[in-house]
């Protein structure tokens, strides 16, 4: 079982960057894809971005590209969204989670953790 635990969220004006922490519990970190979602206010969850188990591959959603770095530090236990140019619309309660395959779909992710909100201002 792995626990999944984010931090890094706040409010941030419109241009601005944050970078989300998702912390991990275990010693089989490396044995899972991970990925970050996020949810807005009245929208359903959505898929922002994925990291192969080494690093070697990441995927992003195309309203992110260019904008967002997703990475893991393996040592740590610990996989980060680096977020900059922020816009409105990437106001959400944000998510990670682990799959043991490298997706995009929320139906293949195992294990959740409890989100931290991103709101940014105009």
């Known amino acids: 079982q792995v626990q999944l635990v984010e931090s890094g969220g706040g409010l941030v004006e419109a241009g601005g960057s944050l970078r989300l922490s998702c912390a991990a519990s275990?010693?089989?970190?490396?044995?899972?894809?991970m990925g970050w979602f996020r949810q807005a206010p009245g929208k359903e969850r959505a898929f922002v971005a994925a990291i192969s188990k080494f690093g070697a591959s990441r995927y992003y959603a195309d309203s992110v590209k260019g904008r967002f770095t997703i990475s893991r530090d393996n040592a740590k236990n610990t996989v980060y969204l680096q977020m900059n140019i922020l816009k409105p619309e990437d106001t959400a309660v944000y998510y990670c989670?682990?799959?043991?395959?490298?997706?995009?779909?929320?139906?293949?992710?195992?294990?959740w953790g409890q989100g931290t909100q991103v709101t940014v201002s105009s």
């Open positions: 989670a682990a799959t043991r395959t490298y997706a995009s779909k929320m139906s293949e992710y195992d294990y």
């Open positions: 275990g010693r089989t970190f490396s044995t899972y894809a």
